[in-house]
């Protein structure tokens, strides 16, 4: 699982770190450094890419924790509920705090979604607070998404383990479980601070051909 | 092993974007080419144009008003060629002489846009007509052209060293627009387009002159009156048309020059070039049988990684490391092997058929 996650990565910024140096080097060593623009490509590459990357990590990332969070408990409640049938029903409410975690992720795909809005840059030709303001739009939303995407993936991670481990404490003894319920709690509070957070990311963005 | 597939990876990037870059070289045309068929147009990034005259600050504008008593039409033997400046393609009228210049133009076509002033940003009304220069003609006089001898001649092309080539269009058959069966413009009468270029860390365009250009009206009632330029184009810094230092500049459309008059700002006319390359010096040919050419490093105006290409490789890459993360993920699943023992008895299984 740790290898899946690393592997991926690795290759990842091996590969945009190549593609990245690899055409900088080329431009400059060629004698046409100015092609390499970084400013270009932020103010030149389309809004609607960035505020709908911004939305799928919301939810995907989202939904990943999740589902990581509710394997991890899941497994050890099927585990444990061999030999200690009792806790079956009770810890299903760890269960309900990874889903939870998956929801905080739709809403706030709803929400970025509906600030998405027709943008064309040749209407804005020669009025360049529009193409700002629309340029803004999309990084706002990217960066929301990111934000309630990546705290949710990890919230979603860690409820799951310690849910893991209450479901297991609960079969060995049972006052365990709702001291160890307060731990799962504050591991649910990380996914709420992304939600907020990126509600206010996203409170200025508005897509749109005028002002 | 990944680590064997992510350095073929690279090895494969690698590779790829240097052959895309160098594939020029075999070739004497670019290899960037799109057919003009659609009237989309491509604006300049200059604010709306201003109807007085743009200063330049050119040092010297070789050739303002070239006079076309001794200018001749330059035959087209085959019917296909396109402007050439200089012809050199026939030695009569410009026999190739490094010792008095060695830049070359080639231009396949030319686009006439005429744009609705007042439509600009709501509903945009402009129409383009292309003349494709292998109908017409163009006439040639040794005036021009202007532009710096060659390298082993003694030729110095640093900063602010001027080139210029004046196309003298000539149209052999009047051109009309029409649209839904009717007339929406008609050019008959050729024209003069002077470019004047300068040199500084590279070459850029310093300005453009257009003589004679008359669009006359037609019925659709787009135009009213006959459109009359002659005048100095208002974006030629702000068309890019520039290339870095030993580089020529190639371009399948390029902005639109623009040419505002103030007596009849309702509509803007501008000329677009189409399959256009210009180089400014260092135009050599290998021996006498063959004829000069572009050297082999181009300035596109479309780069090799654009906005688009960009836009494709970020989103690429985030897919194939979901796809690469899944994949990695389904492969790590192993079964329990906590109870297996080597050494017991095997389980067998009797089939009963």
């Known amino acids: ?101 998956a929801i905080f992720g739709i809403i706030m795909a709803f929400v970025f979604a509906g600030k998405l809005g027709k943008f064309s840059r040749e209407l804005a030709y020669g009025h360049p607070e529009i193409i700002a303001k629309n340029l803004a739009a999309g990084y706002y939303i990217f960066g929301g998404g990111l934000t309630v995407g990546f705290s949710n993936f990890v ?41 907020i957070i990126g509600i206010v990311q996203t409170n200025k963005a508005s897509m749109s051909d005028t002002l | 092993m990944y680590i064997f597939y992510s350095l073929l990876i690279f090895a494969l990037l690698g590779t790829f974007s240097v052959a895309v870059e160098h594939s020029n070289d075999l070739e004497v045309e670019r290899v960037k080419r799109v057919v003009v068929e659609d009237v989309d147009v491509d604006f300049a990034s200059n604010d709306e144009p201003s109807p007085a005259r743009l200063r330049q600050k050119s040092p010297s504008r070789a050739s303002a008003n070239p006079s076309t008593k001794d200018a001749q039409p330059v035959p087209n033997p085959d019917g296909v060629v396109p402007i050439v400046l200089p012809p050199y393609h026939d030695a009569n009228i410009a026999p190739f002489d490094t010792k008095k210049r060695s830049c070359l133009l080639y231009l396949e076509g030319i686009t ?41 001649d003694g030729g110095n092309f640093t900063t602010g060293t001027p080139f ?100 009849d700002p309702d509509f803007l006319v501008g000329i677009i070039l189409n399959n256009f390359q210009v180089q400014g010096y260092g135009v050599d040919k290998d021996g006498d049988k063959t004829i000069p050419y572009f050297s082999t490093r181009t300035a596109d105006c479309i780069p090799t990684f654009n906005q688009g290409t960009w836009m494709g490789i970020i989103v690429t890459l985030i897919l194939v490391s979901v796809l690469a993360f899944a994949f990695l993920m389904l492969n790590s699943v192993q079964t329990m092997d906590r109870f297996d023992d080597p050494k017991q008895k095997q389980i067998v299984i009797n089939f009963k058929e």
């Open chain 2, 112 to 152: 006439i846009l005429v744009l609705d002033f007042k439509s600009i940003g709501g509903a945009q009304k402009a129409y383009t007509l292309p003349l494709i220069a292998a109908n017409d003609s163009y006439g040639y006089q040794d005036s021009y052209v202007v532009c710096p001898p060659g390298p082993k």
């Open chain 1, 1 to 101: 699982m740790a290898n899946a996650m690393l592997y991926t990565f690795y290759s990842l910024w091996g590969i945009s770190t190549f593609v990245l140096i690899g055409a900088a080097l080329y431009y400059m060593l060629t004698g046409q450094g100015e092609r390499f623009d970084i400013g270009w490509f932020l103010t030149e590459t389309s809004p609607h890419m960035w505020a709908a990357l911004g939305v799928a990590a919301s939810l995907s990332l989202s939904v990943i924790g999740a589902g990581w969070g509710i394997f991890t408990t899941g497994s050890s409640i099927l585990g444990g509920g061999v030999k200690a049938p009792r806790i079956r029903t009770k810890n299903l409410v760890s269960i309900i705090f990874c889903e939870a975690v």
């Open chain 2, 164 to 263: 210029s080539f004046v196309i003298d269009y000539r149209i052999n058959k009047p051109r009309q627009l029409v649209l839904e069966n009717s007339v929406v413009m008609t050019v008959s009468k050729g024209f003069m387009l002077t470019l004047n270029f300068v040199s500084n860390s590279g070459f850029d365009l310093a300005s453009a002159v257009l003589e004679g250009l008359t669009i006359e009206k037609g019925q659709s009632g787009f135009i009213t009156k006959d459109l009359i330029r002659s005048t100095n184009a208002s974006n030629a810094l702000g068309t890019n048309i520039r290339a870095y230092f030993g580089y020529n500049y190639a371009c399948s459309v390029t902005p639109a020059l623009l040419f505002p008059v103030k007596e």
């Open chain 1, 155 to 195: 919230c979603g991670l860690a409820v799951g383990v310690v849910g893991s481990g209450a479901a297991l404490a609960d079969a060995a003894n049972p006052a365990l479980f709702v001291k160890i319920l307060i731990i799962e709690i504050f591991a649910s509070a990380i996914g709420l601070f992304g939600m």
